[in-house]
Structure formats: structure tokens, C-alpha cells
């Protein structure tokens, strides 16, 4: 008995120090190695399929690669990118749409007008936090990283503007990283193959080869740039995107002025998602809408699904209008665009990809798919700051840094002392009872009458 219950306590030492993280965890402060955010708008996860990348490759062969990444709905630039820096999804940060309405300010939003802080305080992106943990950081042109967002303005960060060249943006924010009070962390945007995706379409082979060479190019000048600044190996460098695109076409229009008087109702924003503000009988616009296409889910904002994570938020509007994949919407016309984005985010043609190199991962790792909330947590582990409240989980990516055990091997030995402890503890708890029940009022005769035979047909 006695030697059993050692063994017992020992076992279960041995199974609680194997699991836990056996580096420095997700404490703040431990590690400073700076971090380089870069997005590549509108990568669809499935290009790495379809397409060569022999930049981006060697880019992951030695790091990580997660072949698709499940973003937020919508699955649009704005929201998608505040996602990345928040960890919260789009009804808790307020990044909704391109489009918002707030009744109660009567404020507009759009990508073109975004630099009021109202549209982005309700969140504190890492940028933020990373300088209030005493550290630098600096965005060439990630989206709101030049909006004075909770009264911090970051210095560190240009106003956005789409004639400044990938090699400038990114020469700023090399230069920054190797200042004497350096960059701790950096983010930056790039606007491909977002636009060609919508202006050829995703199934213009032709063309998206061709931007997507352009941007594998831009992954290799990455990479160079790198090595000449002596930062290549030495900081962590992800590679990622906000979402995906799909076909459209001329055959797949969803013509509202054909369902509903154009009078009766405000349009917030219009394709794949509508916001709707009935402005007299909200009954006869929601019907009319309701009925209008095979192709298009309606939604009272209420009714709209959990998974969404869309509707707790007073920017979502009366009525959303959901296209399926591949329609659009328009009031009158013809079709706005050949390829588009924003669809529900289950959508496989909506998912980007995640890349990432440096010292902190797994080398040669590789997983299926993450949630693109979980991000966020992972970069607060890296630079080693404590993340804000956020929809995201550290447990779900620990796997993909160096210094957590999560090997197979590691996972088969965990199981093998897990059945030897559920063994041994049973062995010890039916030991105990029988050196217990020896004087007793032998409630178990049978036990006493196998007592020394084997055990085993207690087991029954
Ligand atoms: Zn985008």
C-alpha cells in the first residue's frame, strides 16, 4: 500500500509538471523579441493551392504555416483587420462594416472618412497597449493606426495613403525596429491582391497570377530586407490577411428596386451585406425584402444567428441583408464589381492564410485552421504584454511556439502516464478500502473471500 500510494503521488507530480507550459507561459514581461505584423489584403487561403509562391515558402518552410484562418463576419477589410489587433469580434469592437450608421450620434462611417476615434474607442488595439506597456510601436497604413483611438495617437505611423510604395512603407518600419529605443512592434498593410481580386476576379487565372507573383516578390524584398538590417531570424514575423474573395457576376444580381419601394427604406451599406433602416412600415419593407430573393437571407437584427457574433451592437441596423456566395446586391444597375468579399464567414472563399517566422515558433509547423481571434492573444504572448478582455484563446495556439511541449511525442507520452495514473489510482483506492475493511463488519465478503486471489473480478 504504502509503496503504491508513492508511486500514485509521484505519477501525479510527473502528470501535472508535463502539462504545463515549460516555457515562460503567457506571462507579460518575459520576452521583448519585437514582432512584424504584415497583411496582404484580400489572400485567399486556397491561392497557396492554385498558385506558386517560392518567396513565401521559404518564407514558412522554416516557421509556421496555418492554411486557413476563420475571420470575422463581416468578412470585410475594416473589420476583419480590427479583429487581427483586438481579438474581438466585430459586435464587440464596433468595426462593423465599410458603412455605419450610429443612430444615436447620427455619425457616418466609411473607409473614406474613418478618422473619427468614436468609430474605433471601444477597443484598445495592441498598438495601444504595447505603448502603455512602455514599448514603441509603429503601422505603415494598418487600418485606424492613424486614428487617435482611446487619446493615444501613435507617432510612429503615416496617414494612409495608397500611392506610398510596399518598399517604403516597409523601409520606414525596418528603420524604426532598428532605432537605439526600437520598435517592439510594427504592423503593416499592403492594399494586394485585394484590388485585383475585384477587379478581375478571383477566377482570372491569368491575372491573379500575375498579382500574385507581384506579391510573392513582395514577400521575397520582405525577407531581404530583413537580412540586410540584421533582423531576419532574430524577430518574430507573421504573414497574414483579413479575408478571401469570391466570383461574382452579372448572372447573380439581387435587385432591391425590383422588391421594395426605394422611399421606404435607408441603406446603410449595400453588398454581399445590407443594412436596412425601414424608415416608415418597417412590417411592409421587412416582408417585401423578406420574399424578394432565393439567393438572399434577411434577418431582423434580433434574428440574426449567435455565430455571427453581429447582432449586440447598436451600429447593427433594423434589417441585414445576407447574399449568398457569389450575388450581389445592388439597388438598380449592373454588377459593381467581379469579385467580391464579406460573405458569412463560414465560407471557405472568405478565409485567408496565416505565415509566420522567427525565433518563438515551431519550426516547420503546420496546422489546418485557426480562428483569426486567436491571434491576438498569441501576439500579447510574444511581445509580452497581458491582452485586454478579448474573443480569442492563448490555449488554442500555444502549439505553434517553440517552447511549448506539444510534440506528438509529447502528446502520446501524456497519454500513456494519463492510463497509468487512472490505473495505479484505482489500485490505491481498492488497496485502501481492503486494509480499511479488514476489522470491520465485512460488508464486502466477497472481497475477503478473493483476498488473495486476484483482484480482477472486482473490476466487473
Ligand atoms: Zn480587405
Redesign the pocket.
Known amino acids: 500500500m504504502q509503496t503504491s500510494g508513492l508511486l500514485c503521488v509521484l505519477l501525479i507530480w510527473t502528470r501535472l509538471s508535463s502539462s504545463l507550459p515549460s516555457g515562460n507561459g503567457s506571462e507579460s514581461g518575459g520576452d521583448t523579441t519585437p514582432l512584424l505584423l504584415v497583411s496582404f489584403?484580400?489572400f485567399r487561403a486556397d491561392y497557396l493551392k492554385h498558385y506558386t509562391f517560392p518567396n513565401l515558402e521559404k518564407f514558412f518552410s522554416s516557421g509556421l504555416l496555418v492554411h486557413e484562418l476563420t475571420n470575422v463576419f463581416t468578412t470585410?477589410?475594416f473589420p476583419?483587420h480590427y479583429s487581427l489587433v483586438t481579438g474581438l469580434y466585430a459586435e464587440s469592437h464596433g468595426i462593423l462594416a465599410s458603412m455605419m450608421y450610429d443612430p444615436a450620434t447620427k455619425k457616418n462611417f466609411s473607409i473614406q472618412n474613418d478618422s473619427d476615434p468614436f468609430w474605433w474607442n471601444r477597443a484598445k488595439p495592441i498598438w495601444v497597449s504595447v505603448e502603455e506597456a512602455g514599448y514603441r510601436a509603429a503601422s505603415a497604413m494598418w487600418p485606424g493606426s492613424d486614428v487617435n483611438i482611446q487619446n493615444h495617437t501613435l507617432e510612429y505611423s503615416f496617414r494612409y495613403n495608397s500611392r506610398v510604395s510596399f518598399s517604403e512603407r516597409l523601409g520606414n518600419l525596418t528603420q524604426w525596429m532598428t532605432e537605439n529605443r526600437a520598435v517592439k512592434f510594427a504592423a503593416l498593410y499592403w492594399e494586394e491582391p485585394?484590388r485585383s481580386g475585384h477587379l478581375y476576379g478571383p477566377e482570372n487565372t491569368k491575372e491573379m497570377r500575375r498579382v500574385l507573383s507581384e506579391v510573392d516578390d513582395l514577400v521575397g524584398l520582405l525577407m531581404e530586407q530583413l537580412n540586410t538590417t540584421g533582423l531576419w531570424g532574430k524577430i518574430n514575423v507573421i504573414i497574414t490577411s483579413?479575408?478571401g474573395m469570391t466570383q461574382c457576376s452579372e448572372d447573380r444580381l439581387i435587385v432591391l428596386d425590383k422588391c421594395v419601394s426605394p422611399d421606404s427604406y435607408r441603406l446603410v451599406d449595400l453588398t454581399p451585406v445590407a443594412a436596412i433602416i425601414p424608415l416608415k412600415d418597417n412590417v411592409t419593407v421587412y416582408t417585401n425584402l423578406s420574399g424578394c430573393h432565393s439567393h438572399m437571407k434577411v434577418y431582423l437584427k434580433d434574428t440574426l444567428p449567435d455565430r455571427l457574433h453581429y447582432k449586440n451592437n447598436e451600429r447593427t441596423q433594423p434589417i441585414i441583408l445576407v447574399a449568398d456566395e457569389g450575388w450581389t446586391i445592388v439597388k438598380h444597375g449592373s454588377l459593381p464589381r467581379l469579385g467580391d468579399?464579406g460573405y458569412d464567414n463560414t465560407l471557405p472563399s472568405m478565409h485567408p492564410f496565416l505565415a509566420a517566422h522567427g525565433p518563438a515558433f515551431r519550426p516547420g509547423y503546420t496546422m489546418l485552421s485557426l480562428n483569426s481571434v486567436d491571434l491576438y492573444p498569441l501576439m500579447c504572448h510574444l511581445i509580452g504584454i497581458p491582452p485586454m478582455p478579448n474573443n480569442g484563446s492563448f490555449a488554442r495556439v500555444r502549439c505553434v511556439l517553440a517552447h511549448e511541449q506539444c510534440s506528438e511525442l509529447a502528446l502520446a507520452v501524456g497519454a500513456v502516464i494519463g492510463v497509468l495514473i487512472i490505473l495505479t489510482t484505482f489500485t490505491c483506492l481498492f488497496r485502501l478500502m481492503k486494509n480499511r475493511d479488514v476489522s470491520s463488519a465485512r460488508p464486502f465478503a466477497r472481497l475477503e473471500l478473493d483476498e488473495d486471489d486476484d483482484d480482477e473480478p472486482l473490476l466487473e
Open positions: 489584403d484580400g470585410k477589410t476583419n485585394d483579413d479575408h468579399h
